[in-house]
């Protein structure tokens, strides 16, 4: 028997464990529950066909509950067989001559919230109070993760109140059930009241409010964890790199690259991933490159090629993007859905139309990745962005899926940048079918009327989204100096530097237009006939408050980098050009749709974004 248990252990393939279980068969050992069940469990660790362990499991007679609780649980953590998990276990409640156990219902709950269903789930708790095991703590905290998984986190909030034994597990699961549905006040008043926390609770705070876009939250929370002296691990580290990426926080980010290498944190494919998506968002595009070609080693999943794919892609490399891809097929790594958004965005920035269908239509036939709603808004964006604006509708009214809002939003975006107003109207129509209440599409519709000067369409537009008592997002830019984040919005007033601010730009402005600036007062969207009004109103925009702040506080040659919530207008861009020019700086700007890097009066987008 120890000379079966040593060969099950060793095995690596599924053929392996086939001739190892043709060994307890001719030895007659298969009779015996324990080499039995750990021919289960082996199967599971390999991801052997489901179909084989059932066999296993139906041909042994009169299993006893060691073996039952193995195969609920093999079927429990499976990807496609999770239901048969509950099957399993209603087979087990009839056996009279077993009684289930704590670990029964640990694992028929974890089956329930792998896919089963509630109604299931209710039926196994029944089981469990019958048996007086409904304060047990390991069968509390699963019933708890199965309402989580489900997302009935007010019914395992019932649960974790009523529950007299609770323990790490408990308030972390619980934890993670409002993180993960972006409940994050009440996630943050739970994580408050946690009597000691771990590095889980920490991680999960953080990446919570990550999912959420509070960026800024997520580093404050990381830095309070640091200074609890709690060690964050490399999930952790993972999670506030990309928090950084998303602010554009490269000090920060950098500070959280030595910590790695001082503290001797493992690097795995995620870690790596996230330190390579930091620095392609921050703007060190060559660095996050070299990061990744010098670790060859973690290369062979996916997450480091997708990181370096999207890197390429936010900043317009296309033919950069596709280069790792095509590398990465040369490497065996396979492609996953995430793979495929990035490299149709890069085909996207960079205009190349064809390589973008060739990718999309190659997704399912050569890599078996079935496209999503996503990819189709991908191939959308790609062919509007190009004024293909026929063939992009084309594309919606053909799709295998219901096209939803963000669809029709990429094709009337495109409407806006080529100033269809037909088809724009059209499909702004759509849209408000869709989603009546959609501002996004309003505020999009109104917009094209402004700029092929329909003021009155325009203007009753506006009127009814003034009447609807609901407000457009606000333009808002942020900076990073010494560590600490400067926010700006449109026209804002706020900051403590308000006074000289203004004064250094009208200054600016008037050294632009020396260089030869033009303002390009049809970006104001309003119906202003004064023109100076309208120099005025694009004055004010976020960006070139936070350029402005940035040229004031900042050394001459130091690069700025800044941070936009929305899609940066032509005027914005052609003054930064100007302003990268005048002043000798190189500015990196991150908005809603990419990178733009300007230096000596260009931009890396080459007016195409």
Aim: glycine share 6%; charged share 25%.
């Amino acid at each position: 028997m120890v000379r079966c248990d040593f060969l099950l252990s060793s095995c690596k393939s599924f053929r392996q464990i086939k001739q190892v279980h043709a060994r307890l068969i001719t030895t007659g050992l298969i009779l015996h529950p324990i080499p039995t069940n750990k021919l289960l469990k082996q199967l599971s660790s390999i991801f052997a066909p489901i179909s084989y362990a059932h066999m296993v499991f139906d041909h042994f007679p009169q299993p006893d509950l060691f073996l039952y609780n193995t195969i609920i649980k093999v079927l429990a953590f499976s990807t496609t067989s999770s239901a048969d998990s509950f099957t399993k276990f209603r087979s087990l409640i009839r056996e009279e001559r077993l009684v289930p156990n704590q670990y029964s219902f640990a694992f028929a709950f974890k089956g329930c919230g792998s896919g089963v269903g509630v109604l299931e789930g209710e039926q196994v708790r029944v089981h469990a109070i019958k048996l007086g095991l409904e304060n047990n703590l390991f069968v509390t905290n699963a019933l708890i993760g199965m309402y989580v998984n489900l997302d009935f986190v007010v019914d395992a909030r019932k649960v974790f109140d009523w529950s007299p034994n609770r323990d790490m597990y408990s308030w972390n699961i619980m934890l993670s059930g409002y993180a993960r549905l972006g409940k994050m006040d009440e996630a943050r008043q739970l994580f408050d009241e946690m009597p000691e926390k771990d590095v889980v609770s920490w991680t999960t705070m953080i990446s919570g409010c990550l999912q959420v876009g509070y960026f800024m939250e997520a580093l404050d929370i990381f830095h309070n964890m640091l200074a609890k002296g709690m060690s964050p691990n490399e999930y952790t580290l993972a999670s506030s790199l990309a928090a950084c990426a998303n602010l554009v926080a490269l000090d920060q980010g950098r500070w959280m690259h030595v910590y790695i290498k001082k503290n001797n944190i493992q690097m795995n494919e995620r870690l790596l991933a996230g330190l390579i998506d930091m620095y392609a968002k921050c703007g060190e595009l060559e660095f996050a490159s070299k990061l990744f070609n010098s670790n060859p080693r973690l290369k062979r999943k996916v997450w480091p090629w997708n990181a370096m794919i999207g890197g390429f892609a936010v900043h317009g490399k296309s033919k950069e993007a596709i280069e790792v891809f095509e590398q990465m097929k040369i490497e065996k790594v396979s492609p996953n859905k995430v793979t495929f958004v990035a490299l149709l965005n890069a085909c996207s920035h960079g205009n190349r139309v064809e390589e973008g269908r060739y990718y999309f239509e190659s997704m399912a036939s050569h890599y078996r990745v079935k496209p999503e709603l996503e990819h189709y808004g991908c191939l959308v964006d790609l062919l509007g962005r190009a004024g293909r604006l026929k063939e992009a509708e084309e594309i919606i009214s053909s799709m295998h899926l219901t096209p939803d809002v963000a669809i029709w939003g990429a094709l009337l975006s495109a409407c806006k940048i080529h100033k269809d107003a037909e088809m724009g109207e059209r499909v702004g129509k759509i849209v408000k079918e869709l989603d009546p209440n959609h501002l996004g599409c309003h505020v999009l519709l109104a917009n094209i009327y402004s700029l092929t000067g329909n003021w009155n369409e325009a203007r009753t537009l506006r009127e009814k989204i003034a009447e609807s008592g609901k407000k457009k997002t606000p333009g808002c830019s942020s900076i990073e100096l010494n560590g600490m984040f400067h926010q700006f919005l449109v026209g804002d007033r706020s900051h403590p530097q308000t006074k000289q601010l203004y004064l250094f730009l009208d200054e600016m402005i008037t050294k632009l237009k020396i260089a030869g600036y033009i303002p390009e007062s049809g970006e104001v969207l309003l119906d202003i006939d004064d023109n100076e009004d309208r120099e005025t109103a694009l004055l004010k925009h976020s960006e070139k408050l936070a350029i402005a702040f940035g040229l004031m506080n900042t050394t001459p040659k130091t690069p700025i980098r800044i941070v936009k919530n929305l899609r940066v207008c032509s005027d914005c861009h052609l003054a930064i050009k100007f302003i990268s020019k005048v002043y000798d700086r190189e500015i990196i700007v991150r908005d809603r749709i990419r990178y733009h890097h300007f230096k000596d009066g260009t931009c890396s987008c080459n007016d195409y974004w």
